[in-house]
């Protein structure tokens, strides 16, 4: 027979055990589009979205301006990710300190914040070169936003590098990345739809699993 003492320890022990499954675990959702309006959890859902940018702000901000954005009625925030950023030399990656997007997504969802995030390759966002990195340019043939076979094997490599930060912060996964473009605004510079093809590939190999978009202002696709 349980003396008084051991039901006690065995109800904290209950306690701790359905404590780990609820939060040891990571809450999935669902998003998707509908017909006339997207939807989370099979339920329509309005995107209430500002932009912001983490190299852009401190890192010591994020959190103080996230909670400002969740203050004026937002409850999204978009961010593109910058390849000349964390590639600022071939093959040597930075996502440390200010660089740190995996840490900026985190904290949007402590701050009860959904992300749109746009990785490029191009993200023009008045940045220099289009978010590219400059010695693409010492590469002999190789030309951006295309097929080009030199252009592809550094963008699989950079994307790989991002997909390995941020693919497990989706929202199929627990995390609370909506959705991700392929390209940016690609509809105003080409036509290839092969190139975009690919473009979705190249994100699905890296992992990105969830609601893949892109933008075609005036597209010629």
Not at 54 to 72: F, G, I, L, N, S
């Amino acid at each position: 027979m349980l003396t008084m003492k051991n039901r006690i320890l065995l109800f904290l022990v209950l306690i701790v055990t359905i404590s780990v499954n609820i939060y040891g675990q990571p809450l999935q959702h669902s998003f998707t589009m509908g017909d006339e309006a997207f939807m989370l959890d099979g339920k329509p859902f309005q995107m209430i979205s500002g932009e912001m940018h983490y190299p852009r702000v401190p890192r010591e901000a994020w959190r103080a301006r996230m909670k400002m954005a969740k203050a004026m009625g937002l409850n999204t925030i978009g961010t593109y990710v910058f390849w000349n950023l964390h590639e600022p030399q071939k093959g040597h990656f930075d996502f440390s300190g200010n660089n740190d997007v995996a840490e900026f997504v985190k904290i949007a969802k402590e701050e009860g914040l959904w992300v749109i995030l746009r990785p490029s390759p191009y993200v023009c966002a008045e940045w220099e070169f289009g978010g590219y990195p400059y010695w693409l340019q010492n590469e002999k043939g190789l030309v951006v936003r295309s097929m080009e076979a030199q252009y592809i094997a550094e963008y699989r490599k950079y994307i790989n590098e991002v997909g390995k930060q941020l693919a497990p912060l989706q929202i199929n996964h627990g995390g609370n990345i909506l959705m991700v473009q392929i390209e940016n605004e690609y509809g105003s510079y080409g036509s290839d739809k092969a190139y975009l093809a690919l473009n979705q590939q190249l994100f699905k190999d890296a992992g990105f699993d969830g609601l893949l978009y892109y933008l075609r202002p005036r597209c010629r696709c």
